[in-house]
């Protein structure tokens, strides 16, 4: 009997319904069981014993939990808790990003205001507790920033270090691997659009200097101004970008 389309949709909508309900299920036990990243998953047989599922549930519901880094699926060794990093973030939003062709600054704009609102509203909590040895340590980038920038050299690795360094003192991972995962996504975009890194590596590096100074003065609000004023130097560049400016 021919099926008819609607059948065909209604079938295809109940299995994806029954792989998210086993994906629920099957970080659920990772919970209940208070697995650490890296541990070993039952096996499939006993996935599907727990579960009352096919072995093909089982197995696309793994494979959609792989994609999130939920699990880590080891091809002949079996399958693991993952480290559930940002990756999936990054390429969802990377994609997002490069997905709108005909708004590319605008795109991107998003990314760098909800980095901004976040490095912003920080800052007063950073700058009472970075210690004299944090901010000698940012001396340092910074230092290397300006002998860079002296030379004509643009520093994204710097860059990066910099606003690790800043939020380290929060003692909360979360805060730079967020962070991160916004800056790798500008990073993507812009070297597939074939923009320039850093068209003014000088402006750049006084930037973080102007930063690096408030936080020395416990200036909780000329930090803020002068982050303020970094990002719309970010968005200036990409701008540039994408107008084709070098």
């Known amino acids: 009997m021919r099926r008819m389309p609607e059948e065909t949709g209604n079938r295809g909508r109940a299995e994806r319904r029954v792989t998210s309900q086993i994906q629920r299920e099957v970080m659920q036990l ?3 069981r208070g697995l650490p990243a890296g541990s070993p998953l039952p096996t499939e047989t006993e996935l599907m014993n727990d579960l ?9 519901a793994l494979k959609a939990l792989q994609a999130l880094d939920i699990v880590e699926i080891r091809h002949g060794y079996g399958t693991y808790v993952g480290e559930a990093s940002m990756t999936p973030l990054v390429d969802g939003l990377t994609f997002r990003t490069l997905a709108r062709p005909d708004d590319p600054t605008g795109a991107l704009a998003e990314i760098l205001q909800v980095r901004e609102v976040l490095e912003e509203g920080l800052m007063s909590r950073v700058a009472e507790l970075l210690t004299e040895d944090e901010l000698d340590r940012l001396e340092t980038v910074v230092t290397r920033m300006e002998t860079a920038a002296r030379d004509g ?5 710097l860059d990066s270090e910099f606003h690790e360094l ?3 003192s929060l003692g909360n ?5 967020l962070l991160n995962a916004f800056w790798t996504v500008f990073r993507r ?4 659009r074939g923009w320039t890194d850093d068209i003014t590596p000088e402006v750049t590096a006084r930037r973080h200097r102007d930063i690096l100074t408030a936080l020395r003065a416990r200036d909780v609000d000329g930090a ?4 303020s004023d970094h990002f719309r130097g970010i968005e200036a560049r990409a ?3 994408a107008r084709g400016v070098s």
């Open 189 to 192: 975009v812009a070297a597939v």
């Open 30 to 32: 990772i919970l209940d």
């Open 224 to 227: 803020r101004r002068a982050m």
């Open 153 to 157: 050299r643009s520093f994204p690795e």
């Open 173 to 177: 991972p979360l805060v730079p691997q």
């Open 239 to 241: 701008a540039q970008g």
């Open 166 to 168: 800043l939020y380290a």
């Open 52 to 60: 009352g599922v096919s072995r093909n549930s089982v197995r696309e």
